[in-house]
């Protein structure tokens, strides 16, 4: 079974600096893309960052020059730098996989974790 295992969020105050990781596991034979996404209490989930086969990162503007996307094919994890944090970026975390699975007749699908909650205090 396909798990994405976020870790590192916690609180913080506005100025500082969080990592969060993702590890995914289960049969895996191929990951397509890797990403992060925030959803605020009240708002729709949004993209934070995604990466395309380790070749290309998009982020939304708002992470724009505040966090970094990295990913590990070979450990099959990916990481989320952010630095700058202000009080809006609180928000709980989620990973997010287009991968394919052993034994899933080669179908790519997507996959979320359980999220994990960063607050920035002002």
């Known amino acids: 079974q396909v798990q994405l295992v976020e870790a590192g969020g916690g609180l913080v105050q506005e100025g500082g600096s969080l990592r969060l990781s993702c590890a995914a596991s289960?049969?895996?034979?191929?990951?397509?893309?890797m990403g992060w996404y925030r959803q605020a209490p009240g708002k729709e989930r949004e993209l934070v960052a995604t990466m395309m086969n380790g070749i290309s990162t998009y982020y939304a503007d708002f992470a724009k020059g505040r966090f970094t996307m990295s990913r590990d094919d070979a450990k099959k994890t990916a990481s989320l730098q952010m630095d700058s944090l202000k009080p809006e970026d609180t928000a709980v975390y989620y990973c997010?996989?287009?991968?394919?699975?052993?034994?899933?007749?080669?179908?790519?699908?997507?996959?979320w974790g359980q999220g994990t909650q960063v607050t920035v205090s002002s």
């Open positions: 289960g049969g895996i034979i191929t990951i397509n893309s």
């Open positions: 997010n996989a287009y991968l394919m699975k052993s034994n899933d007749d080669l179908r790519v699908r997507e996959y």
